[in-house]
């Protein structure tokens, strides 16, 4: 797929399209255990199947495609499963809303009807985020896409229930559990996300009487309780205090009468009571707060639930029964206010929960539940880190997962819905027997009855996603694909999911498979907008990647990322930052334009080894770039190692940008030119070279427009891929030193170009425009470097677009000239002729005047305490970081002044400017 003329400019979207198709019909991601070889395997962190792709989703699958390209690259046998996920909840809600629209509720459809209603939904859009994946370029092994409802996996989620069931780690019990009122279900704690809120603090007078006394005799004294939630107070069966508190020593000795409702209530001590909390003294309500239902068990108390499941007050709540619970809220204050028993409100931040996908606020409330016993599944998870079977990058991520795991609770996994997967549970109507089972039982085991009834509740969603690193490879069946590719090797994920899932994951392998699930977890950071304020569609911040693609392209996306993100750091995103992916891939493109115009009909050498490079008509840049491009191949390759994805990028930009096409085809230019066919055919080798495993080095962060360019260039043949190209491997030392890629010449090189940087400075800083060309003098500082930068003089002079270029070690200045020293020795610019002196006088002494101003008011900012006290710390970092940039701007200017006044003054003075070098050497005033 050879392409003979390359155009003037990529135009991805046609590129990315050739090429995803041309990946998918060879089929070329696609990996298979009857190879053998070593395996390397990921499993995606599977997608909402309602999900659309969001930068989040565009962050971790880039840095999973990296992994997975890289890894293919280096032969590993490399699978990358893809799949979705049911997501339960989420899923509902929008097929409820769909039915909404209609005038239809679930219940109006039945059970049956609501769920092969899901199924047609998911069969027309579950694909959505599937397709987008691929436009990214994600090079999944898409033959193996699984979602976590297919009979496969819906096999693995029965076989583990039934297993956990029979151990005894699975259990129904009553707890107060986090619910969310719109969705009508229980929440697991990781589900019910909490935000810090600005609320009320009301303190509500409680009637205590004394013993004997009817409860309709008016109170002559009262205790005062403090509650954000004042409509619990209808499920109160206690007041508590603290057993050592002396102020409450005779309390239980009186009665306590509910405000409302006038039910006594029971006096105990505890002492989970804070005395010195308020008045010490807290109302009890065990069936909706978690705190009080571990009271009330420790106490005996009764459990009073006053709220149905969609959030509105019960028959217990008498008088306000039917109300939604916060109209009730509204009402029970009114009330509390007529009785004279609100003593008085206060503004309370506290953490309120919110339901995780539609979020409403949640309701602890007493229920029956299924959950998991996790301790026992936790210990040999705990040592799994511990022994660093596991591990975790950045390490700091560890801790975390230590620390949540050694207190870890047990998981509710029932959910009040129909989308999922429904509870394996069965009871016999005739006897009462309970069981998990397989399958559909056809009669009871213990009787033969033929009445059974399966639980109505269905898996929380993360069931199935706890499973995911075998139950995708087709657990609970035994095929090769498992024997090669378990344990899976790296996993990409995000912080907020190391409870829900990571940690599931690492104690599901260990129960079920006997191993750990993968062996490294890479946690990224979160993607947030350039105020660093989280993307979301509330905020209205969030950028489409899909927009990314279109408007610049997809390399450019994923390549602007991995530049943008430091090794589990957050992101900060705007949309001018993907300019500099679309950029870097311009530049790319015409670097290669410019090889394909010069070579002619000539055939680039083959790209399976290096070149037979002639190592008497190579140049010292030649093998610079080479010694070069080795480092290069070396760094990048130790970064992705150890997924320091934005180490690799920036190390292949300086690269690719810097060194190969700023400097090395800048200086090939001249000789692509000229007419020496045998040194013309060499640099070409060495061009080729380069540019073929830079390719390479890129394809994994920049799929499509290395593909394009591999096939352009003709490196490889037309059913050939960049994709499955080898890996490259630094060269041996001797190969190094055949070719002269020396460290010696690699530092001349290095030194040459700071020379020529700082002639170039020269001119910018009398604002001589950098194409005019000008007369340079370089003094060298040894013979060494004399005789070396003699023999590369036309390659410096053109560097330079100077007119004339003296080298002479002799030379002594007789007129004043500007001046920058490096390593090498001294250039120099006469200024003669060039500049009206009085015009750039003025022009300097202008811009050192703003700059002392600007200078002035950062000091003064610098010495006010208060700003330094109130102030962020990096606010503060920025201004000193500022004021230092001043302080060198300031000195510049007057060593430039200083030298014009040389100029003016003193004809036949010579005044050597100062320049400060790229490589730090200290600034020189010398006049003779």
């Not at 891929?721 to 001797?734: D, G, L």
């Not at 003098?777 to 013979?783: D, E, T, W």
Request: net charge neutral.
């Amino acid at each position: 797929m050879s392409n003979p003329a390359m155009e003037k400019r990529c135009d991805p979207r046609a590129i990315e399209e050739k090429w995803r198709r041309f990946w998918t019909e060879r089929d070329l991601s696609h990996g298979d255990s009857a190879r053998g070889g070593t395996p390397y395997c990921v499993m995606i962190p599977p997608p909402n199947v309602t999900g659309v792709l969001h930068m989040g989703h565009a962050l971790n699958n880039t840095i999973q495609d990296i992994l997975a390209r890289w890894r293919r690259m280096q032969g590993r046998n490399t699978v990358w499963v893809p799949g979705t996920d049911h997501a339960g909840i989420a899923t509902q809600n929008v097929v409820e809303r769909a039915l909404q629209d209609e005038g239809k509720t679930r219940d109006d459809l039945g059970r049956e009807a609501f769920i092969a209603r899901v199924w047609d939904w998911k069969k027309q859009y579950g694909s959505t985020i599937i397709s987008q994946l691929k436009k990214l370029g994600a090079s999944c092994d898409w033959a193996r896409e699984r979602f976590t409802m297919d009979e496969g996996l819906s096999n693995a989620v029965t076989e583990v229930f039934a297993r956990l069931y029979d151990k005894g780690l699975i259990y129904r019990g009553q707890r107060i559990v986090n619910w969310c009122p719109r969705c009508r279900t229980a929440l697991s704690d990781e589900e019910s996300e909490h935000a810090e809120e600005t609320g009320r603090l009301w303190h509500i007078r409680y009637p205590v009487l004394p013993a004997g006394r009817k409860a309709a005799t008016p109170p002559k004294s009262f205790i005062v309780v403090a509650t954000t939630r004042p409509e619990t107070l209808l499920g109160d069966t206690a007041v508590a205090v603290n057993p050592r508190d002396p102020r409450y020593r005779n309390l239980d000795k009186k009665r306590i009468v509910l405000p409302v409702l006038g039910r006594e209530l029971k006096v105990i001590r505890d002492d989970f009571v804070a005395p010195e909390f308020g008045t010490g003294i807290v109302k009890v309500t065990p069936a909706h707060d978690p705190n009080d239902f571990a009271m009330g068990r420790r106490h005996g108390l009764a459990f009073v639930n006053i709220m149905n499941g969609d959030g509105t007050m019960n028959e217990e709540a008498g008088p306000y029964q039917g109300l939604d619970r916060f109209e009730c809220r509204k009402k029970i204050l009114v009330d509390l206010e007529k009785q004279g028993l609100l003593e008085k409100v206060e503004e309370h931040r506290h953490a309120v929960g919110h339901c995780y996908r539609c979020d409403t606020v949640v309701e602890p409330r007493l229920s029956a539940q299924w959950f998991v016993k996790m301790k026992p599944l936790a210990a040999p998870a705990i040592e799994a880190v511990k022994s660093g079977k596991v591990t975790f990058t950045p390490a700091r991520w560890t801790k975390v997962y230590l620390e949540w795991m050694e207190n870890i609770r047990d998981w509710c996994i029932s959910r009040q819905i129909w989308w999922g997967h429904r509870i394996p549970v069965f009871s016999c109507e005739g006897c009462g027997k309970e069981w998990a089972a397989r399958g559909r039982p056809g009669q009871c085991p213990k009787c033969g009855g033929a009445d059974i009834r399966q639980d109505e509740d269905v898996l929380d969603t993360w069931f199935s996603s706890w499973l995911w690193p075998f139950s995708a490879l087709g657990w609970p069946e035994r095929n090769p694909d498992m024997a090669f590719y378990y344990p899976t090797n790296d996993l990409v994920t995000a912080s907020e999911i190391i409870f829900f899932w990571v940690a599931r994951m690492i104690m599901a392998g260990l129960e079920f498979m006997g191993d750990v699930p993968f062996t490294q977890v890479y946690i990224h950071g979160t993607v947030r907008d350039d105020k660093g304020r989280k993307m979301s569609k509330s905020l209205g911040n969030s950028i489409d990647p899909l927009d990314v693609i279109e408007k610049f392209s997809a390399d450019a996306l994923r390549f602007s990322l991995m530049m943008l993100t430091a090794t589990g750091q957050d992101v900060f995103l705007s949309d001018e930052k993907f300019e500099l992916g679309r950029n870097f891939g311009t530049k790319l493109w015409n670097a290669a334009r410019l090889m394909r115009m010069r070579s002619g009909d000539r055939p680039p050498p083959p790209q399976d080894r290096a070149p037979d490079f002639a190592p008497e008509r190579l140049g010292s840049d030649d093998r610079h770039i080479l010694a070069r491009l080795q480092e290069a191949v070396a760094v990048c390759t130790a970064n992705l190692a150890g997924f320091r994805f934005n180490d690799a990028a920036h190390a292949l930009y300086e690269f690719v940008w810097r060194q190969y096409c700023d400097w090395y085809v800048e200086y090939a230019k001249d000789i692509l030119c000229g007419q020496d066919a045998a040194r013309k055919d060499e640099t070409l080798k060495v061009m080729h070279y380069v540019f073929a495993t830079a390719l390479k080095l890129l394809h994994p962060t920049m799929p499509f427009i290395t593909e394009e360019l591999w096939h352009a260039m003709g490196y490889g043949g037309e059913n050939d891929s960049i994709m499955v190209a080898a890996w490259p491997k630094p060269e041996e030392a001797a190969a190094l030193a055949r070719w002269g890629a020396d460290p010696g010449t690699v530092e001349y090189v290095d030194e040459k170009h700071n020379l020529i940087r700082l002639g170039r400075a020269l001119k910018a800083d009398y604002e001589i425009p950098a194409t005019r060309e000008v007369e340079y003098l370089i003094k060298p500082s040894s013979a060494k470097a004399a005789e070396r930068l003699k023999a590369d003089e036309p390659a410096i002079r053109l560097a330079l677009k100077a007119s004339r270029l003296m080298i002479d070690a002799s030379f002594e200045p007789a007129k004043v000239m500007a001046s920058g020293v490096g390593k090498l020795g001294a250039i120099y610019m006469p200024l003669e002729g060039l500049i009206d002196v009085e015009r750039e006088k003025k022009r300097l002494s202008d811009q050192l005047a703003k700059v002392d101003k600007a200078l002035e008011r950062v000091s003064v900012k610098l010495q006010n305490l208060d700003f330094l006290n109130k102030a962020k710390p990096e606010v503060v970092e920025n201004q000193k970081a500022q004021k230092q940039e001043l302080l060198e701007k300031s000195e510049k200017h007057r060593h430039l002044l200083r030298t014009l006044a040389g100029l003016e003054k003193r004809q036949g003075a010579v005044f050597k400017g100062s320049r400060l070098s790229e490589s730090g050497r200290k600034r020189s005033t010398v006049e003779s």
